[in-house]
């Protein structure tokens, strides 16, 4: 027997009403672009004053489920995948929809199924997204990472009904419009952003964990960037596009990034309030063009959100 072929694989997922119920009727199925998903076990060993040289029993400490999967961004089920990392969703439209998505206090509980080569099913229950991140670089494909962990799974003894896995069209990195404090860029050569839930686990007095709960949020940005002027720069050291004097404050700016394959289809992703942290400008003997691989921070704001996801399609609801 040759093993089974490790490119015959998919995830399945659907919102949950309630922390204990899993769903068995899932709205999408994604074929995966790397990474995966699976049970996890702690286990631990004894340790006693026992006089003896062998390694002490070992124990099962706790369970549980965790990975990170790897898709690629459409804009038919980016949204479902959208809500789960950030909470709240607000749809308009009829026929023609736009989802703006933005973070919220608690996060909503997931079932993730797993399929491996047509052989291994798993189900896992009361998912929550730990991370959340697009990335992509000139030329190529948007990868949505999505970094999950959860209470409970259980193998199924045979295939779940799913839905077709979706095959909508890929976004790309050449159909990018960025947007830099207000000004278009033509500059930025790859992008990546990272959402983090800090998500911890509870266990209390099973070895099921108890619950999954959100910690401390932080929205990043980075992206490479052709160094032709000084505007980003300067903003950064000196205050100011046009600052000369270093500054003890950190720059506020905004970020946009909207991929577009036409009006009624886009992926946007805004920072309304973004301070950068490393802006490196290094000088090269070969004599290549400069490009300042930047990174930045959302802000906290009492108004406007430290991220929003705005995806059109023409799916009504999540």
Request: glycine share 10%; net charge negative; charged share 15%.
């Amino acid at each position: 027997m040759a093993g089974l072929k490790g490119n015959v694989a998919w995830v399945a997922a659907a919102k949950q009403t309630v922390k204990g119920t899993p769903i068995t009727t899932y709205p999408y199925c994604w074929p995966l672009a790397g990474g995966s998903i699976s049970p996890v076990r702690v286990v631990e060993n004894l340790s006693e004053t026992d006089a003896n040289r062998d390694q002490g029993t070992a124990y099962v400490k706790n369970t549980g489920v965790e990975g990170s999967i790897e898709i690629y961004a459409r804009d038919a089920s980016l949204p479902f995948w959208g809500l789960a990392a950030l909470g709240t969703t607000v749809p308009s439209g009829a026929v023609n929809f736009t989802h703006v998505q933005t973070p919220a206090t608690t996060l909503n509980y997931y079932t993730v199924t797993k399929m491996i080569g047509n052989t291994l099913w798993e189900q896992y229950s009361d998912c929550k997204v730990n991370t959340f991140g697009i990335s992509t670089a000139a030329g190529e494909p948007l990868t949505v990472s999505i970094g999950l962990q959860g209470r409970t799974s259980v193998r199924l003894a045979s295939a779940p009904t799913v839905p077709a896995i979706d095959s909508g069209a890929v976004y790309n990195f050449n159909e990018a419009t960025v947007t830099l404090g207000g000004s278009g860029s033509n500059l930025v050569s790859s992008f990546e952003t990272t959402l983090e839930n800090g998500l911890t686990m509870q266990q209390t007095d099973d070895f099921v964990p108890y619950d999954v709960v959100e910690g401390q949020r932080t929205a990043t940005v980075g992206f490479d960037m052709i160094f032709e002027t000084l505007d980003e720069y300067n903003k950064f050291h000196y205050g100011s596009n046009v600052g000369t004097a270093t500054v003890g404050t950190l720059f506020e700016t905004t970020a946009v990034f909207l991929f577009t394959k036409g009006v009624n289809n886009s992926v946007q992703l805004d920072y309304l309030h973004l301070a950068y942290e490393e802006f490196p400008v290094e000088p090269d003997p070969g004599g290549s063009p400069i490009t300042a691989s930047v990174r930045a921070v959302g802000q906290r704001n009492v108004t406007d959100p430290v991220f929003k996801l705005t995806t059109k399609n023409q799916v009504a609801t999540y």
